[in-house]
């Protein structure tokens, strides 16, 4: 089974709209990753969260740890074309960041 | 600041031949970890090499292999190639600090293509 579920798989919005992804970790985790990727390309790092209830926000996209520290949830606020692509939560279980296990990913799609 | 390099962004080999891919990371980070993305497995951890030794290992066989070098690039060699192997393969460069959780940046991988 998957040790990190990521929900929703694909994600169709208007511009203008706000939007929000899931991640959720059977285990409690060191740190939770937010990564951003455009088809074929690397991964573009969003935010990385480390304590239980901690919130980052970083232009129009804030992401949340919860209490437990095994559900995070990212939010894009007046979504924008540039914030099309996927978007991928990793899990870090060593406290390294060197070991990284990654959700499945959601697909954004932004239409004007 | 230099972001991760990997070199070269792309390659065609033919099955049965051997690939080494190279990855330099920011400067001062220690780790480089190497990942496998294809679409059906997504986004899986290769390993982990820390100070010139392998520290992390994920579940492939032993066909894949690395090593890191004094100045912390580091380079990763699959052997026997197989069309299976086709993937972007993507490393990631972390400063590794003790007891602390660190950011990992990830270079824009190469994409591997076995035919």
């Not at chain 1, 990190?4 to 285990?27: D, H, R």
Request: hydrophobic share 30%; net charge positive.
């Amino acid at each position: 089974s998957q040790e990190l579920e990521q929900s929703p798989q694909s994600l169709i919005v208007q511009e203008g709209k706000n939007l929000t992804i899931n991640c959720t970790s059977s285990k409690t985790l060191y740190g939770l990753y937010w990564y951003k990727q455009k088809y074929g390309e690397g991964l573009i790092f969003l935010m990385m969260l480390q304590k239980g209830g901690e919130e980052k926000s970083h232009e129009k996209i804030t992401a949340k740890l919860d209490e437990k520290k095994q559900q995070s949830s990212l939010h894009i606020t007046a979504s924008q074309p540039s914030h099309a692509g996927i978007y991928l939560c990793g899990a870090d279980k060593t406290g390294t960041a060197s070991k990284l296990t990654f959700g499945t990913g959601t697909r954004l799609q932004v239409t004007l | 600041k230099a972001g991760v390099t990997q070199t070269p962004r792309y390659l065609i080999k033919t099955r049965g031949q051997q690939v080494t891919l190279s990855c330099s990371p920011i400067s001062g980070h220690r780790s480089v970890s190497w990942y496998q993305q294809t679409p059906g497995q997504g986004l899986q951890f290769l390993f982990e090499y820390f100070s010139e030794t392998q520290r992390n290992k994920g579940n492939f066989p032993g066909r894949f292999s690395g090593r890191q070098f004094s100045n912390s690039r580091s380079e990763m060699n699959v052997s026997t190639l197989e069309l299976g192997d086709s993937a972007l393969y993507l490393c990631a460069s972390s400063l590794d600090r003790s007891n602390m959780n660190t950011e990992a940046f990830f270079g824009q991988g190469t994409r591997l293509t076995v035919v």
